[in-house]
């Protein structure tokens, strides 16, 4: 069984309450850390780890930075610095990115953001620097979270280095896992429906 230490750095970052929540959640999914590393860096790929528990729908995010801005290192230029502004400034507002379904009426709570190369928050110490990563933790607080059904994903318009979001849910309902692939044609702007039970 997995220990609150094991699990990926995102849930050891949240409060202790939730993430003991979220390692019992999500032991059963997860797989060896090891593993979990060697895959943990793959450009055009995003991982996504959703978690409801009581009044909390919490969402977990780990995104090579070339992904979010299209390089891997600390901004060079003006026009980088500003790409990475826009970047950030979309991540804040992640109930943009993020559209849960009405039913569970959720307000956007504390967002983490953390990236080494961006000087953000407290990054992993393990990130190398040749390969930039961009953490993110997205806190939605809802007066019934349980009746989400769908979260809409808005990614794949915000960022055009994104290609695959790869899902883990845990909810009431259990655990599911779940694939997004980028959209062609007109349908890349529009949002991606994550549906979060059976």
């Given at each position: 069984?997995?220990?609150?230490h094991?699990?990926?750095?995102?849930?050891?970052?949240?409060?202790?309450?939730f993430?003991?929540t979220?390692?019992a959640?999500f032991?059963a999914?997860?797989?060896?850390?090891q593993?979990?590393?060697?895959h943990?860096?793959?450009h055009?790929?995003?991982?996504?780890d959703v978690?409801?528990?009581g009044?909390?729908v919490?969402i977990?995010?780990?995104?090579?930075l070339?992904?979010?801005?299209g390089?891997e290192?600390?901004?060079?230029?003006?026009?980088?610095?500003?790409?990475?502004?826009?970047?950030?400034?979309?991540?804040?507002?992640?109930?943009?990115?993020?559209?849960?379904?009405?039913?569970?009426?959720c307000?956007?709570?504390p967002?983490?953001?953390?990236?080494?190369?961006?000087?953000?928050?407290?990054?992993?110490?393990?990130?190398?620097s040749?390969?930039?990563?961009?953490?993110?933790?997205?806190s939605f607080?809802?007066?019934?979270a349980?009746?989400?059904?769908?979260?809409?994903?808005?990614?794949?318009?915000?960022?055009?280095?994104?290609r695959?979001?790869d899902?883990q849910?845990?909810?009431?309902?259990?655990?599911?896992?779940?694939?997004?692939k980028?959209?062609?044609?007109?349908?890349a702007?529009?949002?991606?429906?994550?549906?979060?039970?059976?």
């Amino acid at each position: 069984m997995h220990t609150l230490h094991t699990l990926p750095t995102r849930f050891r970052r949240m409060s202790s309450g939730f993430a003991l929540t979220a390692a019992a959640l999500f032991a059963a999914t997860l797989l060896p850390v090891q593993a979990q590393q060697q895959h943990a860096h793959v450009h055009g790929q995003l991982k996504l780890d959703v978690a409801i528990d009581g009044p909390t729908v919490v969402i977990a995010m780990e995104s090579p930075l070339d992904n979010i801005v299209g390089f891997e290192r600390a901004p060079k230029t003006d026009a980088e610095k500003k790409t990475v502004e826009a970047a950030i400034a979309q991540l804040r507002a992640a109930d943009k990115l993020f559209a849960i379904d009405p039913a569970a009426n959720c307000k956007l709570g504390p967002v983490d953001l953390r990236s080494g190369a961006l000087g953000l928050g407290n990054p992993d110490p393990a990130e190398s620097s040749g390969h930039a990563d961009l953490d993110a933790s997205f806190s939605f607080n809802c007066t019934q979270a349980a009746a989400a059904k769908f979260i809409d994903v808005n990614l794949f318009s915000a960022f055009k280095g994104a290609r695959q979001i790869d899902v883990q849910i845990a909810s009431a309902q259990g655990q599911f896992k779940r694939q997004l692939k980028r959209p062609t044609g007109a349908q890349a702007a529009q949002p991606s429906r994550l549906m979060l039970g059976k």
